[in-house]
């Protein structure tokens, strides 16, 4: 019986983890037309993978990367009740293994991550019409907490 596996993810992966963010962006455009075109890249992978206040998780199935994740300790502002947090990002999952609870999988282990880190707070962004998104993030316990706004 396949399962589905949660580790970190190694320089290794990369190839499959750029391939990924190029996903992650193709479904934020339509969200956001600050968003440049042509091909861009949000993330430095390979720190990511390497920093030690980093965690960059992969969800594999049948020995393929099928989902991935970030968390990074961020400073906190400094009127905030924490001093850090964990940021999550870098949230995608194959079309095909949507709706079966990976993406519950990658927040479990970026929390159990932060958590070992001592930190409690976690954060992420999303954009407000990217609905699905934020379905899929109040269904494991995140809830809105301030909007962004933009002046052209």
Avoid at 42 to 70: F, K, M, P
Avoid at 72 to 94: C, K, N, Q, W
Avoid at 128 to 145: L, P, S
Wanted: charged fraction near 30%; avoid cysteine.
């Amino acid at each position: 019986m396949k399962q589905y596996t949660t580790r970190s993810a190694s320089l290794d992966d990369l190839e499959m983890l750029l391939q990924f963010e190029q996903g992650v962006i193709e479904a934020e455009r339509p969200f956001d037309p600050t968003i440049r075109k042509g091909h861009i890249h949000y993330y430095d992978l390979s720190r990511l993978i390497l920093d030690v206040d980093s965690e960059v998780i992969v969800i594999t199935y049948s020995n393929e990367i099928i989902a991935s994740g970030y968390a990074t300790i961020r400073d906190a502002r400094p009127y905030l009740d924490h001093e850090v947090y964990s940021y999550l990002g870098f949230m995608y999952t194959r079309p095909d293994h949507r709706g079966k609870g990976v993406n519950k999988m990658v927040i479990d282990a970026l929390r159990k991550w932060s958590e070992n880190k001592g930190i409690t707070e976690i954060r992420l962004t999303v954009y407000e019409e990217n609905r699905g998104a934020i379905q899929a993030y109040e269904k494991v316990g995140f809830e809105k907490h301030i909007i962004e706004m933009r002046l052209k």
